[in-house]
């Protein structure tokens, strides 16, 4: 894991990215016709979850956004519960593109040593902190207590670790320390909470919310309070690095896509929520309740920038407790179509060391 996975590409012209399609490509654009042009897929996979924090996904989705762009690709969309899960389609072949979380990407590009995937895009940032019972009002109270994560090394265990750990409290992978930390599902965490099995839990949204409104929590730590300007990446948009050099076209489309959607999320909120739920209530069989999406909403902004630097602090972060080796994580990033659109649309382009 130590080894230098190559120096970061910089910003350079969609043309040269498009120079390099594969001649197997199914469909061609004449390159340079316009921002994302160039070889096309018949199909694309698209991975997301029935989350909140996967929005953008879920409005590109329902919405047509997606389908609009892709033209005569046709959009193949695939449910995941699970970041871990997702990283497995994506090296396995069996999805093309995938709206993960920042700790499942970085266990992806590390494992398969900078070949299988690249950041293409950011979705969501924010939406995450700990909340816990009555009766604990400061770090000093929870020494002795339990606490869950969503999973073992993913984003918001890292958090809640890292977090504790700068607070002067120990914790181990096999729960003991100061602070057992108990990683369970989302699901299972609220029913420990209102059960009095769990004394909080560091959560992403709208988990947090639903602890507060049905189980009495309140919070304790506001991740956003922890993050320069109070964002933090919370979904990428990740493309199998193989489909991005093939298909750049259809890789545009699909950005093309999520900006549309995140233009209409950020512009009809209410309608975006209705959208949403209905998305979730599809997937899942059961929609969020009005007033916790409402507040959850709230705490997530929806956006196309990666926020690369608090991928990169993440890493570091679960380095520091001990959930991740010493890694380079030069490469990870492709940010050249989107800034191409960005550019395109009038916008600033987004940045990536």
Known sequence: MNKKFGRLLGLAAIVALLGACSANADTAVPAGASPGAG????????????????????????????????????????LFNAGPAAIEALFSGAVDMAFVGPNPTINGFVKSKGAALRVVAGAASG???????????????????KLATPQL????????????????LATTVEGGGDVSIMPQDNATALQAFSAGQIDGAWLPEPWMTRLIEQGGAHVLVNEADLWPDKQFVVTNLVVRKEFLDKYPGTVAAVLKGELNAIDFINAKPEQAQSVVNAGIEKLTGQPLQ???????????????????????????NAQS????????????????ILNSLLVARGQSEVAVP
Do not use: C
Request: proline content about 4%; cysteine-free; aromatic content about 8%.
């Open 39 to 78: 070889a096309v897929a018949k199909e694309v996979r698209l991975g997301y979850f029935p989350n909140l924090t996967h929005a953008p996904a879920i409005v590109g989705v329902d919405q047509g956004y997606f389908a609009a762009e892709l033209g005569d690709t046709a959009l193949k969309p695939m």
């Open 153 to 168: 090394g993913n984003t918001q265990d890292v958090a809640l670790r890292y977090w504790l750990k700068s607070q002067g």
């Open 290 to 316: 009005k007033g916790v999406l409402a507040t959850a909403w709230a705490n997530v902004k929806f956006t196309p920038d990666p926020l690369a630097s608090t991928l990169l602090q993440g890493a570091k």
């Open 321 to 336: 407790v001990g959930l991740l080796d010493s890694v380079d994580l030069d490469g990870i990033y492709d940010t050249r």
């Open 127 to 145: 939406g995450a902190g700990l909340v816990v019972r009555s009766g604990i009002s400061s770090v000093e109270q929870l020494k002795g207590a």
